[in-house]
């Protein structure tokens, strides 16, 4: 079917009707996708097994990951669209680090990317916001089980090694012989036995798994990607009615509210076509007056 037969009085979420879309994950992510984009476009979406995405990158630094969030994602729907043969396949990928404001607290970012080879448009939905993540270098059990019952285990799993001698490979961090899928406290409190008699120093080194499966929070934030992705795709552009249209840039320079210069505070959003030139400049509702802090006239 044409680009044109396929977008000719398309309403939102009426296209992938009856579709079928490849979502390749190892981790259970279809649980918290599936939800979202199922009843909001009509669609199927098919778990794609047959391939380890470890191999893509893990967050226990196994493998590291090659290329950037939203490339890696982008690598995995490939990769479950070959797998099944499908021409629309769907990936996501998640990254952790600090804050971006303060870099005081734990952030989580989770993207999710959407892949349409027949109208040849990749449409991204994000979300992001504090993560539930820590780790402990521990000697004693005690320490252990209050780390543990601070992070939410069970319900958020946890991941051990021996902890090495700091400054030696592999290094307190990076010892490869790890401990996963850990059910419960018994098996907690095996697996950190089992680590210390195999570390030098006597030491466990302890992380929260970040894993979608076994981390709560994390699917969470999944989900709420998978909102953004859903409100993107059903965006039609107003001249060629493609889904997709949504935000590519924004424009800074809200008046100051003392002295009328322009800020460095958002004025407007442009919204942009994945595949036409079409763009529409949106102005910000709201007072319409900049923050005289973001003024570099009243705050050189």
């Known amino acids: 079917m044409g680009q044109g037969q396929r977008t000719k009085g398309f309403e939102p979420g009426s296209l992938y009707a009856g579709e079928r879309v490849a979502l390749l994950t190892k981790h259970g992510k279809e649980g918290v996708i599936a939800p979202v984009l199922e009843p909001g476009l009509g669609c199927r979406i098919d778990r794609v097994s047959g391939y380890d995405t470890d191999l893509l990158g893990t967050f226990t630094r196994e493998i590291p990951r090659d290329g950037t969030q939203i490339e890696a994602a982008r690598k995995k729907a ?3 669209m070959d797998l099944s043969r499908m021409p ?3 990936a996501s990928e998640g990254s952790f680090g600090p804050d971006p404001v303060l870099g005081a607290v734990s952030w989580n970012v989770e993207c999710l990317v959407f892949i349409d080879d027949r109208l040849g448009i990749e449409v ?3 979300s992001q916001g504090e993560a539930r993540s820590g780790h402990l270098l ?3 059990w005690g320490a252990v089980r209050e780390f543990a019952l601070r992070v939410g285990f069970p319900d ?3 991941v051990l090694r021996p902890g090495g001698m700091p ?4 290094g307190e961090e990076n010892d490869m012989r790890i401990r996963k899928e850990i059910p419960d406290w018994t098996a907690l409190e095996g697996a950190f036995r089992e680590s210390r008699s195999l570390s030098p120093s006597g030491r466990v080194f302890l992380e929260i798994d970040l894993r979608a499966h076994a981390n709560p929070t994390r699917r969470e934030m999944i989900r709420r ?3 953004n992705l859903l409100e993107k795709i059903r965006s039609l552009c107003p001249s060629c009615a493609l889904p997709g249209f949504s935000m590519v840039e924004l424009v800074k320079g809200l008046p100051c509210a003392d002295c009328g210069s322009p800020t460095n505070e958002v004025r407007a959003e442009v919204h942009g076509c994945l595949k036409c030139a079409h763009r529409e400049v949106r102005e910000r509702s709201g007072p319409g007056k900049g923050n005289p802090l973001y003024c ?4 050189p």
């Open 124 to 126: 991204s939905g994000w």
């Open 225 to 227: 990607a998978a909102e």
């Open 88 to 90: 629309l396949g769907l």
């Open 78 to 80: 490939r990769i479950g």
């Open 156 to 158: 958020h799993g946890m």
């Open 138 to 140: 521990a000697e004693d």
């Open 296 to 299: 570099d006239y009243c705050n």
């Open 167 to 170: 400054g030696e490979e592999p």
